[in-house]
């Protein structure tokens, strides 16, 4: 599971987008992050299904959780069990924006052409995010474009930052 947490805000105009936010969808568990200049979503399945609960979480704890789960370790599920009792889920009266109407479905998207300007810190961030571990290869097939945004899509992550004039 990649980590998301870098994909959340720092800006205290809307706290909630200061969390990771994790919620079901369609009966499926998905994380989601924005700082409303990129969006990043994954599933979440396996051992993290099983013990995490629905609700916001601190990039700091987020980070721990995905650290922990790309440890290749059999004291895991043990550890994984402490760390999600110890980091509850934050309660806030705010509700997180309604991201599922942002987030193109990939019939919609056209391949990447690269015509128009992306903040490069950014995209950086989102090769090194979703490349492979071990080989540090990224598959640039998997870029795409809606409506001026850059889009990396896979089976289990969605990842969309906004355009640049």
Not at 1 to 14: G, Q, V
Not at 100 to 112: A, G, M, R
Request: net charge negative; glycine share 4%.
């Amino acid at each position: 599971m990649i980590d998301i947490s870098k994909y959340t805000s720092k800006s205290p105009i809307k706290p909630v987008l200061n969390y990771v936010y994790v919620h079901k969808i369609d009966g499926i568990l998905h994380a989601v992050a924005t700082d409303s200049f990129r969006i990043a979503q994954v599933k979440v399945w396996g051992l993290l299904a099983e013990h995490i609960q629905e609700g916001f979480y601190t990039p700091k704890a987020w980070k721990e959780i995905t650290k922990l789960l790309n440890k290749d370790s059999h004291s895991v599920t043990l550890e994984l069990k402490e760390l999600v009792t110890r980091e509850m889920a934050v309660q806030t009266d705010e509700s997180f924006p309604d991201y599922q109407t942002i987030l193109p479905k990939y019939e919609d998207c056209e391949p990447f052409k690269g015509d128009f300007h992306i903040n490069g810190d950014y995209l950086c961030e989102l090769i090194k995010s979703v490349q492979d571990k071990k080989f540090k290869k990224f598959n640039f097939n998997k870029l795409l474009e809606y409506k001026g945004m850059t889009v990396y899509m896979d089976e289990d992550t969605v990842i969309q930052i906004m355009g640049m004039k």
